[in-house]
């Protein structure tokens, strides 16, 4: 888990479901700057979201 100075946590899982939840809409403003706070220290979700832009690309590319 990710705390910041406001004291808000969002855990790994939480951002990794943020990231998968904006692919179809949009978050609110809050949930989006927890998810960017979160992103800002967490290596592994930094990664996990380039993987998953990098797979709705390629399917972008290859869709009927």
Not at 30 to 44: E, G, I, N, S, Y
Not at 48 to 54: G, N
């Amino acid at each position: 888990m990710i705390r910041h100075a406001l004291g808000h946590v969002i855990s790994c899982k939480e951002a990794s479901r943020l990231l998968s939840q904006a692919e179809d809409s949009d978050l609110s403003w809050f949930r989006a700057w927890q998810l960017r706070l979160h992103l800002t220290a967490c290596d592994a979700c930094t990664r996990f979201s380039r993987h998953l832009r990098f797979m709705r690309e390629a399917l972008s590319r290859y869709r009927l």
